[in-house]
């Protein structure tokens, strides 16, 4: 990971933090699957990008991560990702997708069965930003819950799970408490509740671009949803053995829930984002930090 810390930081200084936190042992797998995930996002974020090319660069990408694309195909995704690069507002997000033949470099030099944890994770990840470019290129709204489920599960969900298989695989028995099909459960739905707080937050954003992710007018019954998941996620740091471990993973499920709180408290739709104020974000940090030397359950 040497050269790249810098670009970690860079794109986004939180999860920086979060990863200097874990085990030393969980560093490498965790970084690279974020920084390729966060390259496919950005890419599919390129909203002055015509759809098509997105979606052709992001299956390119895709298959780069799998492993499967040829030579000359591989060429030509990393040709446009250096044009791309240079037209990006956020000059971390421009240098990460340049960078991007360096991340799948890392990607190949971990071991192999971490390899393959990545690999699956990116796999469900692309196929999500996919989906929801060519869905809402055709409709404005999810129709039932079940879709927004399988969305939710797609784009984070299945990083609760990759979370869980990698802990095992590097911690094994010192990872939790608890077995691994609690866990998978508890960390799919997890990630699924922060997925869930971001398009709750978002809500007003995204109607105003003629989009809604939520089935019907109804929050309420999603903020009773993502509240339940976020409590989950707080029963799986309470499991994990390692205080570092325990900070990093409690910390996001603290923050959602108290930004479920305050979309429960807003009395009328407001285009404003409601927001954790600093200080709480801080007060939450010391809680964590007293939190991650308990003992485990």
């Not at 052709?56 to 694309?69: I, T």
């Not at 691994?180 to 937050?201: A, D, T």
Request: proline residues 3%.
């Amino acid at each position: 990971m040497k050269g790249l810390h810098q670009l970690l930081s860079a794109v986004s200084r939180s999860f920086y933090l979060s990863m200097r936190c874990l085990h030393r042992e969980l560093r490498p797998g965790v970084a690279v699957g974020y920084l390729l995930a966060r390259a496919t996002d950005t890419v599919a974020d390129t909203v002055d990008m015509d759809l098509k090319e997105r979606l052709a660069l992001l299956k390119m990408m895709g298959a780069a991560v799998a492993g499967d694309a040829s030579h000359e195909a591989a060429a030509t995704c990393f040709g446009r990702l250096g044009v791309l690069s240079s037209v990006q507002k956020h000059r971390g997000e421009g240098e990460l997708l340049a960078r991007f033949p360096e991340c799948l470099a890392l990607l190949e030099a971990l071991p192999p069965r971490e390899q393959m944890l990545v690999r699956n994770v990116l796999s469900t990840i692309v196929e999500g930003q996919a989906w929801d470019l060519e869905y809402f290129a055709e409709h404005s709204s999810v129709t039932c819950p079940e879709q927004l489920e399988h969305y939710a599960y797609m784009v984070a969900g299945c990083v609760g799970e990759f979370w869980t298989r990698l802990g095992l695989l590097v911690l094994g028995g010192a990872f939790s408490t608890q077995p691994e099909e609690v866990l998978l459960r508890w960390g799919v739905h997890y990630g699924m509740g922060l997925q869930l707080v971001n398009i709750l937050r978002d809500r007003e954003e995204d109607f105003s671009r003629g989009r809604s992710y939520l089935p019907g007018d109804d929050a309420e019954p999603w903020l009773e949803k993502a509240e339940l998941w976020l409590k989950e996620g707080v029963f799986y740091a309470e499991s994990l053995h390692n205080g570092r471990l325990r900070f990093s993973t409690v910390l996001p499920a603290w923050l959602g829930l108290d930004t479920l709180d305050l979309l429960k408290q807003r009395e009328i739709p407001s285009s404003r984002k409601v927001k954790v104020t600093r200080g709480r974000v801080y007060s939450r940090m010391w809680k964590a930090f007293l939190f991650s030397w308990k003992e485990a359950l």
